[in-house]
């Protein structure tokens, strides 16, 4: 079930002198910390090879691939005797790993409300999950169990223009054996990209690979001197990247002081969304960007199957992927949709009937006034990076129909903005519009950098400082 031999696939067992030139490529900080404690064969690693969409954890436990492209559990019967006694301190969660190539979304799935909320991106150089892996009492547990799950490369992906047509999507079923039915909800997407690139017909080399270290890495860890330096840098890992939760309890109380503040009253559920807005600006959650890379999945086969067999002419394939933002360096902006709702608090919406326009002019206002408070020099919290955001950070709300409060910008102007709604990996027609009226635009905002003064940026030791595992 597992090999020694590295061919691309399954489990392999490996030690740190077989590897580290692939850590000191993505990760150099590591690699010089793990060079001085020079760790020999006691200390096995096991690199895993997930082709995309294949699930390396669900809600139960990890899932280990082997040679023939299935995969297991440490709780399975037939497991390797070897992988029961190096990763079997996994078996109620998932081993410390590091991601080395591509990418891994963890995801709260919600079948019943047909979406999926993007919890975090992994990428090459991260480390997880630092929260149990460090945690010492042992008897007191925070992180929940049967709520994340996390695939190879992007779940909460999609095709911007609709690609439902029960007609064209039998050219798919004809052409690459496609079992599922025609995509009626973005979150449907994701099953037919997943059975483009698992056909026959469709060769990719794509995998997300991560290396898992053995339960003798952790035991050196916690009870060796000498390991205290790469504990200490993995804490300041775990420190940073839960940033903003630990410090997200004064942001509400914030928050609440505006609202009262400002006599403001507004949607609870726009309220809650305008905080996702501050948090996905802050990179503590994810938004949506337009994929250019295989990065996150192989959409050059994706856009190619779309285009060529689907038959999608009037629109470029643009695929939407979920991404963490970074307002200090990212230059293009990440974007957030009313429609396709990845807020992490289920507030009810209004009973009273609300159009789209309607409840984007609401949540302008009431960004504008939160906008407004946090500006203010010696406000509370003006001091913090929620106060940076609303500083530094351009908020443009865009609908595809015309608004006759000129609140709304036309999702046209997208195009003016941010050259990826431009760009595909496969080549498209020139006549391939760009898909304004897609139902993500139809309520959408887009969350951009202004021009942040060399003086007033602030300085983070870690790019996803931000981020909560």
Excluded at 46 to 55: E, K, T
Excluded at 127 to 154: C, D, E, M, Q
Excluded at 225 to 251: D, G, M, P, S
Excluded at 349 to 371: C, D, P, Q, T, V
């Amino acid at each position: 079930m597992f090999t020694e031999i590295d061919e691309g696939n399954g489990l392999v067992k490996c030690f740190w002198s077989d590897i580290r030139q692939r850590f000191a490529k993505i990760e150099p900080a590591f690699t010089n910390i793990v060079d001085q404690l020079s760790p020999n064969q006691s200390y096995p690693l096991y690199i895993a090879y997930y082709p995309y969409g294949d699930s390396d954890a669900d809600t139960c436990s990890s899932l280990f691939p082997n040679i023939k492209g299935n995969y297991y559990r440490i709780t399975d019967p037939n497991v390797p005797q070897d992988i029961l006694k190096h990763l079997g301190y996994s078996v109620n969660g998932t081993p410390l790993g590091m991601i080395l190539e591509k990418e891994l979304e963890c995801f709260i799935d919600l079948k019943s409300e047909q979406i999926t909320i993007p919890w975090l991106v992994y990428k090459p150089g991260d480390i997880f999950p630092l929260s149990t892996i460090l945690n010492k009492r042992k008897s007191h547990v925070y992180t929940p169990n049967g709520l994340l799950s996390s695939t190879a490369g992007a779940r909460s992906t999609f095709m911007l223009p609709n690609i439902g047509a029960t007609a064209n999507h039998s050219n798919l079923q004809r052409d690459f054996n496609i079992k599922s039915r025609p995509a009626k909800s973005l979150y449907e997407h994701w099953q037919v990209f997943r059975e483009i690139v698992h056909s026959n017909v469709v060769s990719t080399d794509w995998r997300c690979c991560i290396v898992y270290f053995s339960e003798s890495w952790l035991i050196s860890l916690h009870n060796d001197v000498c390991w205290q330096t790469l504990k200490q840098y993995l804490h300041e890992l775990a420190w940073y990247r839960y940033e903003y939760e630990r410090n997200r309890i004064y942001y509400d109380i914030t928050f609440s002081v505006i609202q009262k503040k400002r006599n403001l009253k507004p949607n609870p559920y726009l309220v809650d969304t305008a905080k996702h807005l501050f948090a996905t600006a802050l990179g503590a959650a994810p938004g949506y960007a337009p994929a250019t890379d295989n990065n996150a999945l192989p959409i050059d086969s994706i856009q190619q199957a779309i285009v060529e067999s689907y038959g999608l002419k009037k629109y470029k394939p643009t695929v939407m992927q979920p991404k963490h933002f970074n307002f200090e360096t990212d230059y293009f902006p990440i974007y957030y949709s009313l429609q396709h709702p990845a807020t992490r608090v289920f507030s009810p919406r209004s009973r009273l009937a609300s159009s789209a326009i309607n409840e984007m002019r609401e949540l302008e206002h009431i960004m504008n006034i939160f906008i407004e408070e946090l500006s203010k020099d010696g406000a509370l919290s003006s001091d913090t990076i929620i106060g940076q955001i609303a500083k530094f950070v351009k908020f443009s709300y865009f609908h595809n129909a015309t608004d006759t409060h000129n609140i709304l910008r036309n999702s046209l102007e997208l195009l003016n903005s941010d050259s990826r709604f431009n760009d595909t990996l496969f080549p498209h027609t020139p006549e391939a519009l760009f898909a304004a009226d897609a139902s993500f635009l139809r309520g959408c905002v887009s969350i951009g950098s202004a021009e942040i003064p060399a003086q007033k940026k602030a300085h983070y030791s870690n790019e996803h400082a931000a981020m909560p595992e």
